[in-house]
């Protein structure tokens, strides 16, 4: 079975960093898109970064760059999410997703992707 677990939430004051993992088991992360996506109460679910292979360029939604990095390392199935600057309006459920994408780059909307994490929560807060 494929999986996709996420950790690293938690309570962090504004101006704050955190950094979320997944982890990947069941399947290979080559050729796979991988993105990071989250849902703030009371909104609809948004993509805030992806990755796809290594010659590709690593996306951000606006309101993230510069302040989150998203890096991967397929030897050891991981990714990550390192978020830096946190903001209240960071506060949401963030959620790891794949999608076998060997040719493609990836995308910021959830409609490809198939695999997906529980999720974990993230609080920013004073």
């Known amino acids: 079975q494929v999986h996709l677990r996420e950790s690293g939430g938690g309570l962090v004051q504004p101006g704050g960093s955190l950094t979320l993992s997944c982890e990947a088991s069941g399947f290979s992360l080559d050729y796979y898109a991988i993105a990071w996506f989250r849902r703030a109460p009371g909104k609809e679910r948004e993509g805030v970064s992806c990755s796809s292979r290594s010659e590709m360029p690593t996306i951000y939604t606006d309101s993230v760059k510069g302040r989150f990095f998203m890096s991967r390392d397929n030897a050891r199935k991981m990714i990550y999410l390192q978020m830096n600057n946190l903001k209240p309006e960071d506060t949401a459920d963030y959620y790891c997703?794949?999608?076998?994408?060997?040719?493609?780059?990836?995308?910021?909307?959830?409609?490809?992707?198939?695999?997906w994490g529980q999720g974990t929560q993230v609080i920013v807060s004073s």
């Open positions: 997703a794949a999608v076998w994408r060997p040719h493609a780059g990836c995308v910021l909307n959830e409609g490809p992707y198939a695999i």
